[in-house]
């Protein structure tokens, strides 16, 4: 059976007959409904690990024999964080409701045999007809049938589709265009479409009327979610719900889990193991009994604090104050971050990927050069003013817009007419669109290259003035001339040409222009001088960093086109294998081409692109260049953005084939001046590459002191970014600003989004978007290295909060004859990570090393956050023994000095300590103090001191104002917090971090 039997497709009659099951169109963004809402979300929550563990926890303290204290004590803490985290789910999933209704409730008119009706977006089904107004949302996917222009055409928004902000055309089906409005219905044709697939830039289907057939594409349709930008139209509904091309590409964010995040699990489980060995340790001491198991279970619940059940909500909170830190900085623009789980990832990047046009460049196209086969000039106002006056002698002579080029045979006598024929083809092969928008002409195009080459056509007078599905008219200074489109053959990233055939009425001439990349149509035109010519004009010009297009066409007879148009209408009615075999009746007529001349198109440098990428380099961050251009224009943009620097050398590694030419390639080659090289890779030999040694690629590579990477795939974007992660252990930006950027985006551990002229795709499928490069730089060295920072003390603090009371728990079970029993209970234990501490912890997040200045005169700084060692097992346990010493202190200290006092004494001695410690190790800490952190530190202080007076079963009044009470307090305070402190201030006098050296060599 072939593969044609084994599809069933879908048959959608217009009277509304269908032979598949309807799927409601109802859009359900939410997670909980409110019946299922407390269940949904404590299922989840409870899924995790840590949040299970203090459930059973908190659940054990209802069994009398486990009972360490009051159960508030343990349920507080777990309810507080349940509460922060329940209230901000009920918030986003309201917020997905409200928009559901919304999109749910608008409505839309029906067309059936008995008239017009309204129907809202929720109950729409396949097969009913529905009348579109301009402005309106696509509630599902679409056959265009009939538009109320002439043309049979409309304009659509996709941007909430694919991205992209330029329009696109769409056609209406042939056959029903014609047909009224009232009689729709009641036409008695059948629409066969494919089962419903993901590909949003591919359809394939077709219509039948009796005998009558007529293929339908991807010009046909009208996706969901696509807005109707202009005129009004009728379509036949062929998908819904979630079986339309929106809803079958969309997914929730993915939930990167960064490297901090996963560092801070792995602290977790330490702490978890070490609670238990300490656990068993004291049972050891204690002596085994027949009670042993009920007694190890209630040392593990009194050292519960050493696992700091805070610790996530701190980390959440920390997160959004970053991010909005980062969407309210005016000096990076209008910066957006998407993603809020991992501001502190852009901290520790080591490796750069970036997009060139658009994101290096503006994506702002202006002709520079243009070279025809015996005419070259630039593009200025002299030579502007020159070829307008060309252009118009010759129509004084011939009155119509094509010469006899048969006859002429390029002579060079005929630069008037090659100029004329080549701005002719400018204006008329092409995608582009003239509009009238608010009384202003506005070209609409796909590609930005279109538009400046139209542009210029019309700055030398041959202006593109009407455009429908089935006619070009151009304005000269003689005239209009019309022209009648018979096929049109889109450019495509596999076929890197652009076609169409025309029929030229007044000289009743079929003329096919053919437009692309050098490579392509070389093979196009012979191998003659012609060719030479242009494969040389194409080197020279993308070695100044233009981008190339080679320009030409053929005069076909009528019947060479009849014969064409009778094999492409067969092709284009195949419902399989149709794509293939359109490109072979193309390819039949793309031969014997005349050559007319390359066009040379500048896109200009975005502002302070190289200033960015200098101080990225300096901050140790590796850039590499990924584009689908050439290698001669990819280097260019190297030199011009500072990439390659005037002491490095290009190593080129292009148009390898084969295994063993890699092998014999300088990639597996050890060269110790490899790090003043700029490696320059192409597509061809980057799939071997890949492929075949990858982990050599990246070793040689990562030693380079740049990346080019030319003539690359969107998906080999990916791949590199894939083959870096897996062969480093470094973290990987990637940042691009077109639709074809978005894989890289997404594989990357931080992917950066820049709003360009190429759509908002990639800024919305990236964790954090920018307005324009030249904001990297600040978002990276400043934000990132910043929010990293800020997490790893907080996170660092929130471990010693943790430990230093489990510190004093253990040596009171210790010096009580190892009871069970905790020092602190009730609102002492709920106070101490809440009330009496938080905010001055919280403060941490304010702390800044240095100030913006000098992050931005001296980027090297960002060096000393790379490699993560503000949070490594280093320096977590160099607060864990922090946490002993000043633990030990406050405990030993507080029986010696008040060896007679009662349990209740005891408990007011250690907990003062303890909260006024922990308030001046929070000064130790900050390095340039705000006044919030003074008041956190003077509230948090004062919330203690009053509610001494109210806590009155925790303290005695009586005993606690006692003038020994002050001063024994004191003594062990300074005893726990001075030393370290004092250890610390010297530390850094005769061995300064990292970051000051930096800061006072520069200075």
Excluded at 624 to 635: F, H, N, Q, R, S
Excluded at 678 to 701: E, H, N, P, R, W
Aim: glycine share 4%; aromatic share 10%.
């Amino acid at each position: 059976m072939d593969s044609s039997q084994q599809i069933v497709y879908r048959e959608i009659k217009l009277s509304g007959m269908i032979s598949c099951k309807n799927i409601s169109n109802s859009v359900k963004n939410t997670k909980y409904t409110i019946f299922n809402f407390l269940f949904l979300f404590l299922y989840y929550q409870f899924k995790q690990p840590m949040n299970f563990f203090f459930l059973i926890i908190s659940l054990s303290q209802t069994y009398p024999p486990l009972q360490v204290g009051f159960l508030f004590t343990y349920i507080a803490p777990l309810v507080f964080v349940m509460v922060v985290t329940m209230s901000k789910e009920a918030y986003d999933d309201y917020l997905r409701w409200k928009r559901d209704t919304e999109v749910n409730n608008e409505e839309y008119q029906r067309i059936t045999s008995a008239g017009i009706s309204k129907i809202v977006s929720s109950d729409i089904e396949i097969g009913q007809i529905l009348q579109i107004t301009h402005g309106e949302r696509i509630p599902a996917d679409m056959i265009l049938l009939k538009t109320h222009e002439e043309s049979g055409t409309v304009f659509i928004k996709t941007d909430q589709l694919d991205g992209e902000t330029d329009w696109k055309l769409r056609k209406s089906i042939v056959m029903t265009q014609t047909i009224e409005v009232q009689d729709m219905g009641k036409f008695n044709a059948k629409i066969l479409v494919k089962p419903p697939e993901k590909n949003i830039y591919e359809f394939t289907g077709k219509i039948i009327n009796q005998d009558i057939e007529e293929g339908l594409s991807l010009e046909n349709t009208l996706w969901a979610n696509t807005t109707l930008a202009s005129g009004s139209c009728i379509g036949i509904v062929i998908y819904t719900g979630k079986e339309t091309r929106s809803v079958m590409n969309s997914r929730e964010p993915s939930n990167k889990l960064g490297t901090t995040d996963k560092e801070l699990n792995t602290l977790s489980v330490y702490l978890v193991t070490l609670m238990l060995f300490i656990a068993f340790f004291l049972l050891s001491l204690s002596g085994f009994t027949e009670n042993s198991p009920i007694s190890l279970v209630r040392y593990v619940l009194l050292l519960t604090n050493i696992i700091p059940i805070s610790l996530r909500v701190n980390m959440d909170l920390a997160k959004i104050f970053y991010c909005y830190q980062i969407s309210n900085d005016e000096s990076i623009g209008k910066a957006k971050p998407r993603n809020r789980t991992i501001p502190e990832e852009l901290g520790r990047i080591h490796y750069l990927l970036t997009d060139k046009t658009g994101t290096l460049t503006k994506n702002e196209m202006v002709l520079k050069i243009a070279s025809l086969e015996n005419y070259t000039f630039t593009v200025d106002q002299a030579n502007i003013t020159e070829m307008r006056d060309l252009i118009a002698k010759n129509l004084e002579n011939n009155p119509f817009p094509i010469g006899d080029w048969q006859s002429r045979k390029r002579k060079k006598r005929d630069v008037d007419f090659a100029i004329r024929d080549f701005a002719t083809a400018l204006a008329l092969c092409n995608n582009v669109t003239p509009i009238n928008e608010n009384g202003q002409k506005i070209l609409q195009a796909s590609s930005p290259d279109e538009i400046a080459l139209v542009r210029f056509a019309e700055e030398i007078g041959v202006v593109l003035y009407k455009r429908t599905t089935k006619e070009i008219t151009i304005r000269t200074d003689k005239g209009r001339d019309a022209y009648k489109i018979l096929n049109i053959f889109p450019f495509t990233s596999s076929s890197k040409r652009m076609g169409i055939i025309l029929h030229h009425k007044k000289t009743d001439r079929i003329i096919f222009y053919l437009k692309g990349a050098d490579e392509v149509i070389k093979d196009k035109i012979g191998a003659n001088v012609a060719q030479t010519k242009m494969v040389e004009d194409c080197e020279t010009y993308a070695m100044e960093g233009l981008r190339t297009l080679a320009i030409t066409q053929r005069i076909l007879s009528a019947e060479e086109y009849k014969e064409f148009s009778t094999s492409h209408d067969r092709a284009a009615a195949l419902m399989e294998n149709r794509d293939f075999e359109l490109r072979k009746v193309i390819d039949s007529i793309e031969t014997n081409m005349d050559y007319l001349g390359v066009t040379g198109v500048e896109d200009k440098l975005q502002d302070d692109v190289d200033k960015v990428i200098s101080k990225l380099i300096n901050g140790g961050i590796k850039i590499w260049m990924l584009t689908g251009d050439k290698v001669e224009t990819a280097k260019c943009i190297a030199i011009a953005t500072g990439l390659r620097k005037r002491e490095n050398k290009f190593i080129e590694l292009t148009s390898l084939k084969t295994q063993n030419e890699i092998r014999e390639s300088q990639l597996m080659k050890e060269d110790p001046d490899i790090g003043n090289y700029v490696l320059v890779i192409d597509g061809i030999s980057l799939a071997l590459v890949i492929k075949y040694f990858s982990k050599d690629f990246v070793q040689f590579a990562s030693k380079c002191a740049g990346v080019v990477c030319c003539r690359v795939s969107p998906t080999q974007k990916s791949q590199i970014v894939e083959a870096l992660q897996k062969e480093t252990i470094f973290r990987v930006c990637a940042i691009g600003d077109g639709g074809n950027d978005v894989g890289m985006i997404q594989a990357a551990h931080v992917g950066i989004g820049v709003e360009g002229k190429e759509g908002h795709q990639a800024s919305l499928a990236a964790d954090f978007s920018i307005s324009e490069f030249k904001y990297l730089a600040d978002l990276v060295l400043w934000h990132g290295r910043l929010s990293y920072l800020r997490t790893a003390k907080l996170a660092n603090f929130v471990f010693h909060r943790g430990m230093i009371i489990s510190v004093i728990q253990i040596l009171f079970i210790v010096l009580f004859y190892y009871s069970a029993i905790p020092i602190y209970n009730g609102y002492l234990m709920f106070g101490y990570s809440t009330a009496f501490t938080s905010l001055p912890v919280f403060a941490l997040i304010l702390d800044e090393d240095f100030d913006r200045k000098s992050i931005d005169g001296y980027p090297i700084l960002y060096r000393t956050v790379q490699l993560g060692r503000a949070l490594n097992m280093t320096r977590f346990f160099l607060w864990m023994f922090k946490s002993v010493y000043q633990g030990s202190a406050i405990m030993l200290l507080s029986i010696i000095l008040f060896p007679h006092d009662n349990f209740v004494n005891i408990v007011a001695i250690t907990f003062s300590s303890l909260i006024f410690t922990e308030l001046l190790n929070i000064f130790s800490q900050i390095q340039n103090w705000k006044p919030p952190m003074v008041l956190a530190e003077l509230f948090s202080l004062l919330i203690y001191l009053i509610s001494i007076i109210f806590l009155k079963s925790y303290f005695d009044l009586k005993f606690i104002v006692r003038a020994d009470f002050f001063w024994k307090v004191l003594i062990i305070t300074a005893v726990s917090w001075l030393p370290l402190h004092m250890a610390k201030v010297i530390k850094e006098k005769i061995w300064p971090p990292k970051n000051r050296q930096i800061q006072n060599y520069n200075f």
